[in-house]
């Protein structure tokens, strides 16, 4: 018996033996290349094997009849082919496809700076945008370290390539944030209304932007908010110039966070030396509430409110002929919404939904003059993602901006009411195609009715990228972009046109181990600029569209997070050449707010012994030009060069405790930004004047930060690392 | 007495289930064994390689999927310098866990490898990424040692991570000594419920504890 077992289990084994397949053959890459470590295997068996360094596989098997022969290897398209088995040696080479994937593909990079989560080539983190010394917990200011912008340290709003402040637009998931800085005094600098520790990516695009985007001449800064936190916690900031409260609290597939600030500047300025006499330092509370909820697989609902209220009084020297100084007295509300959906409808479909809604009241009181100014905005938006093939995808999308503004001036002579209220519709589309893995094309096209000005405007926008070699790529864009006049001339006239602005975009981009070098040209034609006629402000009739202008210039950036263990600092370099005629300019000129160079350097280094970051941020503009009523040459005159060297340091001092001392311009560089003059000359004709300083020559700021866990683990190194 | 019995009971119903597939089984237990002589990102690529072809025949088992998953992960830890291998190797290791978490959600070990996932990702660029994917294999390991407070290897990496935070939070990373040394001491008690089962980590274990001397 034992035996029969033994013969029967011998001849099955035999058998096998003798009809045992042998596949051979090479994997490579269309190329010729091999593919070392390719997955080979007959579908639906446990027969497989590895291609061997070389390329080279040998698959043994005993099975018998048709199969499959799978190949596969990452990055690749899996190929699969019909094999007859019947136990002789077979032959098979097998070349893979490179498979196409969006995530790794070529990404379009002219005049785009992207803080991405997971990406590798990014130039800026959203980390780096609250650690920059300089910065000052303030978004646009650390937006200031990069190439393309001029700082302006009168205004501290965003100046990019060339253009003016009201050029540059922001949204916060998707909607357009009417209302972005502060309200502040003329001259006085002012910075962004949120916090940057809300935001976990930021696209910050200096040109050539895509056709989602309209209402924007020069840039468009995105911002996106955080995620889901990850567990209930309590903050408490303590700063030399207020405190804030914020609390967390999770559900399921949900969290809220409240928040509460009061910023007084009293106590800190009584014990610095100002500039200016301030009778009322800036005094602000704001609450703000932010909700966020999953829903579905994929769906995340994101919904930020926020109620601020802030107020100052400031002492002005009165340059008018017999003057005497009076009080400026400013007070703002700011109301905020915003709410978003993001998320796929269906494997191919990608929807994002938002809304934003604005209420802002300024007071101003100044020298028997009361200006009440009161803007509300609403943006509704929605838009749609289809993927027809990992190659080419279109989006197209709607949009309905409504703006309402309201002035009263009052005078002891003379009283001002006026407002406008301005709907724009927009529809958008643009498709995205991909040549190869290597090589991208985005082109689209945008068309806004605005009902005030009766203007329907056509913008059609082109991108395309280039990678020419595993870390290197080119990238051209070009495109029209239409923004409506500024408020203040829309008050009184609808007989204008939106100004114009033409991009022309061409930037090289290398990153290699944590080192990125970018290189930019860029050409802008400003057409259609508003231009007064010296005809009286209320008159329609005194507004033209007959300005222009141009910008051109090179942008460098230089990051490098490898070379110094533990350090990481960026370079920027920009120069601009730019002229325009617009607003009161009497011929063609350089405004004001362009400076030829402009450098930034950052740096920060992370001491292990001692648990501290330590951040420095050195700024050079060059000197920028002004006008002196007094010279019969329009803005001929030059103000000092910008200069100032920014330190920063964090020291965990526990595990959720955090100190925080940050000093800008500590060498105290003597920085004006030139001078403002009386409108009317005194009896000899001439226009008395006083410099335009900053608040102080230098500005400090102590805090403590404190993060209350059930963990206790948690701290908010996020918040100053 | 209890224990053993219930230890047993949960050895005899695996053993019966996988009796089904003694195919299965077997070729598991043979690739299996060849961790051993893995020595490089090839050799792993080639284990995964078979974990992805039984994946493809067994496919409501999970085994399989993890191991394939895990191959990618240390594979990602043995890539010395190129950030774009890393993250190419991990972004197969994400796929494999998303269809692991379907196949079990409610497996202690599956969260406990996402979590392990998760810190691949941070050692990619620490500087970057330290707080984002600190909190996300946190709360993996937590999942983890929810569904099973004994599993060591969720032990093990709330453990590695508690380490590596150590010098940001202020603390000295050999406050941790005396948790390793019981993790070590215990390891053994800890039955994988089959011979197929995730049995891995009590050599890390060895390397903190060594450490600490």
Not at chain 1, 622 to 637: G, K, T
């Amino acid at each position: 018996m034992k035996s029969i077992y033994f013969y029967i289990l011998f001849s099955l084994v035999s058998l096998q033996t003798f009809s045992q397949t042998v596949i051979t053959g090479k994997v490579t890459q269309e190329q010729g290349e091999a593919l070392p470590g390719a997955n080979v295997y007959l579908k639906g068996t446990y027969d497989g094997t590895s291609a061997n360094k070389n390329g080279y596989f040998i698959l043994k098997t005993k099975k018998t009849g048709t199969f499959d022969l799978r190949v596969e290897f990452v990055g690749y398209e899996p190929s699969l082919q019909k094999l007859e088995l019947k136990g002789d040696t077979i032959r098979v080479n097998v070349q893979l496809k490179e498979a196409f994937n969006q995530l790794t593909a070529v990404t379009i990079t002219a005049g785009t700076f992207e803080a991405g989560d997971k990406k590798q080539a990014v130039t800026i983190t959203p980390m780096d945008m609250v650690t920059t010394a300089g910065a000052k917990g303030d978004v646009y200011g650390a937006l200031q370290s990069l190439p393309g912008t001029t700082t302006n340290g009168e205004s501290g709003r965003l100046f990019v390539k060339g253009g003016d402040s009201e050029e540059s637009q922001t949204y916060i998931d998707g909607s357009l944030v009417y209302v972005p800085y502060n309200s502040t005094a003329p001259n006085l600098s002012t910075r962004g209304r949120f916090n940057p520790f809300m935001f976990k990516g930021t696209i910050f695009s200096t040109g050539g932007y895509s056709a989602e985007y309209g209402q924007a001449l020069s840039s468009v800064l995105l911002l996106n908010t955080n995620d889901m936190p990850a567990e209930d916690q309590l903050d408490l900031s303590v700063l030399s110039i207020g405190v804030e409260v914020a609390g967390t609290k999770l559900w399921k597939n949900g969290a809220a966070t409240g928040s509460l600030t009061y910023n007084n500047l009293a106590p800190y300025m009584s014990l610095t030396a100002q500039n200016y006499n301030w009778i009322h330092p800036p005094e602000s509370a704001t609450g703000a509430l932010s909700v966020r909820q999953k829903t579905g697989k994929t769906g995340m609902f994101k919904f930020y409110t926020s109620f601020n209220k802030d107020a100052f009084t400031i002492n002005q020297e009165n340059i008018e002929p017999g003057g005497s100084p009076f009080d400026y007295h400013l007070a703002n509300e700011n109301y905020f919404m915003n709410a978003s959906w993001n998320g796929h409808l269906n494997e191919k479909l990608a929807m994002n939904s938002a809304a934003s809604f604005t209420n802002n009241y300024d007071d101003i009181l100044y020298d028997q003059t009361t200006v009440g100014k009161r803007i509300i905005g609403t943006h509704l938006k929605n838009s749609i993602n289809y993927l027809f093939t990992e190659k080419f995808s279109l989006k197209f999308g709607g949009e309905f901006f409504a703006k309402t503004y309201l002035q009263n001036v009052s005078m002891p002579a003379e009283t001002h009411d006026n407002n406008f209220t301005n709907h724009t519709i927009a529809g958008f589309t643009e498709a995205q195609v991909y040549a190869s893995s290597k090589f991208v094309t985005r082109i689209g096209a945008r068309v806004e009715y605005s009902d005030y000005l009766k203007s329907l405007k056509l913008s059609p926008r082109l991108s395309t990228t280039y990678k020419v070699t595993e870390n290197s790529q080119f990238s051209l864009a070009y495109g029209w972009f239409y923004q409506n006049p500024v408020d203040d001339y829309l008050l009184y006239t609808n007989h204008l046109n939106p100004e114009r602005a033409d991009h022309y975009t061409f930037s090289y981009q290398s990153s290699v181990n944590s080192r990125t070098l970018r290189m930019e040209l860029y050409y802008k034609d400003y057409k259609n600029l508003v231009k007064t006629n010296g005809g009286e402000f209320y008159l329609p009739t005194s507004y033209t569209n007959l300005g222009s202008g141009y910008a051109k210039g090179l942008d460098l950036f230089w990051r490098d997070s490898k070379t110094i263990k533990n350090g990481d600092y960026w370079i920027s370099y920009s120069y601009l050449d730019t002229k325009r005629d617009y607003r009161n300019f009497p011929e063609t000129a350089i405004p004001t707010f362009a400076s030829t160079h402009n450098f930034s350097v950052v740096y920060k280094h992370w001491l292990n012994g001692w648990r501290s970051l330590l951040g420095a941020n050195f700024k050079y503009s060059s000197p920028r030009v002004y006008n002196d009523p007094n010279s019969p040459v329009f803005n001929s005159e030059r103000m000092l060069p910008y200069r100032s060297l920014d330190l920063s340091w964090s020291f965990l001092y526990r595990k959720n405790i955090i100190f925080y001392g940050a000093v800008t311009n500590v060498m105290g560089f003597k920085n004006e930004f030139g001078r403002r003059y009386a409108s009317t000359s005194d009896v000899n004709g001439n226009y008395s004047s006083a410099a335009i300083q900053p608040s102080s020559s230098r500005f400090y700021v102590v805090a403590c930060f404190i993060t209350l866990t059930r963990k206790g683990i948690a701290n908010q190194l996020d918040k100053i690392e | 007495m209890k224990k053993i019995f219930l230890s047993l009971a949960v050895l005899f119903v695996s053993l019966v289930s996988m009796a089904q597939k003694p195919e299965f089984l077997q070729t598991m237990g043979e690739t299996l064994s060849q961790f051993s002589t893995c020595k490089n990102a090839a050799d792993f690529q080639a284990l995964g390689n078979k974990f992805q072809m039984i994946a493809d025949v067994e496919k409501t088992e999970w085994l399989p999927v993890y191991y394939h998953s895990y191959c990618y992960i240390i594979m990602s830890f043995l890539e010395p310098t190129d950030a774009t291998k890393k993250d190419g190797y991990l972004d197969v290791a994400e796929k494999s866990i998303a269809k692991l978490i379907e196949l079990a959600p409610n497996e202690s070990e599956v969260f406990a490898l996402q979590s392990f996932y998760f810190i691949g990702r941070l050692v990619v660029n620490p500087m970057e990424r330290g707080q984002e994917f600190s909190g996300l294999s946190g709360q993996a390991v937590g999942k983890a040692l929810a569904i099973d407070p004994a599993n060591p290897r969720a032990k093990l990496l709330k453990l590695q991570g508690d380490i590596g935070a150590a010098p940001y939070m202020g603390l000295d990373p050999k406050s941790f000594c005396p948790q390793a040394k019981e993790l070590l001491a215990n390891w053994d008690n800890f039955k994988p419920k089959s011979a197929i089962h995730p049995a891995w980590g009590k050599d890390q274990v060895e390397g903190i504890v060594k450490g600490c001397q």
